[in-house]
């Protein structure tokens, strides 16, 4: 059975910068990179010093050739971690592999698990939606807000954080229209609240987005009417993939994510997260690059049995 220090599940920002910084504590690391990240779509990532609007697909480029000046560091492509399990000693783990690597390696020992998996996402049953998802249609504002400033723009969403969402979104746009598609996603205090925002709710049901070459144009309602829009932002169901740490059974919050402490450990022993896949949820790049960062640091000091103030 192949034996490493750790292994770092998921090639983002967060795994990427955990597997570096573990490298270069002289830790032997498998990176596995099941190769479905949740950008996928975007086109533009923002708000990364140094790389503010690089493609996502090339910061994971840069990332992986970085890695390669260290020999400890494998990585294992498009293949998904089937099982974590603890091992039989109870000090360590146990990772079984799915897809073609796990003929070539089958089953891994690691002393540590960093689970930087990410999340799944599913967007509002919207025909057109992904036509213009990434391009001219974003879900974090932090990221994409600024590039759509003070355009007419939507929000999109039937979950109950939707009226937050619009005023946060009011900080780039005065001209906002919030779709709740039919759901009571938006109640009538909030939308009251909004209304004296200059923020119009719309209660309508979703037929089409229509637009040409990725730039959405208009939402256009069951009802036949049609707003103008010049960009706009998408409330995403997000659910994190952790089925893989079942029989490890860690703590979650209420949405689904692992709970940890501020240093990216989760309640069980050896197993960390980094980025989206621990709470809060959804981060940008460059906060969770940090988090694989620091998870690695003190990785590193509890493997040695060191006190660290992270």
């Known amino acids: 059975?192949?034996?490493?220090?750790?292994?770092?599940?998921?090639g983002g920002p967060a795994g990427l910068s955990a597997a570096l910084n573990l490298a270069r504590a002289r830790a032997s690391v498998l990176l596995i990179?099941?190769?479905?990240?949740?950008?996928?779509?975007?086109l533009r990532s923002h708000g990364f010093l140094t790389r503010d609007g690089i493609p996502p697909i090339e910061l994971r480029k840069l990332g992986r050739a970085e890695l390669e000046a260290y020999p400890d560091v494998r990585i294992v492509d498009r293949s998904p971690v089937a099982r974590i399990s603890r091992d039989d000693d109870g000090d360590g783990f146990v990772v079984a592999l799915g897809g073609r690597a796990a003929a070539a390696l089958g089953e891994v020992r690691?002393?540590?698990?960093v689970l930087a998996t990410g999340l799944r996402e599913t967007l509002p049953e919207i025909p057109s939606l992904r036509s213009f998802y990434g391009i001219t249609l974003f879900s974090c504002a932090a990221c994409d807000a600024w590039d759509l400033r003070d355009r007419p723009l939507a929000l999109i969403g039937e979950t109950p954080d939707l009226a937050s969402r619009a005023r946060l979104l009011a900080r780039w746009t005065p001209h906002l229209t919030v779709f709740t598609n039919g759901t009571a996603a938006v109640d009538a205090v909030d939308e009251a609240e909004l209304a004296a925002s200059g923020i119009a709710v719309d209660r309508r049901v979703i037929a089409d987005l229509e637009g040409e070459r990725g730039r959405v144009s208009a939402v256009r309602l069951a009802d036949g009417a049609r707003v103008a829009i010049d960009g706009g932002f998408v409330r995403p169901v997000w659910d994190a993939p952790l089925d893989v740490v079942a029989d490890l059974a860690p703590e979650r919050d209420a949405e689904g994510h692992l709970v940890?402490?501020?240093s990216g450990r989760t309640s069980v022993a050896g197993l960390y997260a980094a980025?989206?896949?621990a709470?809060?949820?959804p981060q940008q790049l460059i906060v969770a690059a940090g988090q694989g960062a620091r998870v690695a640091a003190v990785l590193v000091h509890d493997l040695v049995g060191v006190?660290?103030?992270?």
Request: hydrophobic fraction near 40%.
């Open 1 to 10: 059975m192949t034996a490493v220090d750790v292994v770092v599940v998921g």
């Open 33 to 42: 990179d099941a190769g479905r990240p949740r950008n996928a779509a975007t």
């Open 110 to 113: 690691t002393r540590a698990v």
């Open 260 to 262: 940890t402490d501020r």
């Open 275 to 277: 980025g989206d896949v």
């Open 279 to 281: 709470a809060p949820g």
């Open 307 to 310: 006190r660290t103030s992270h």
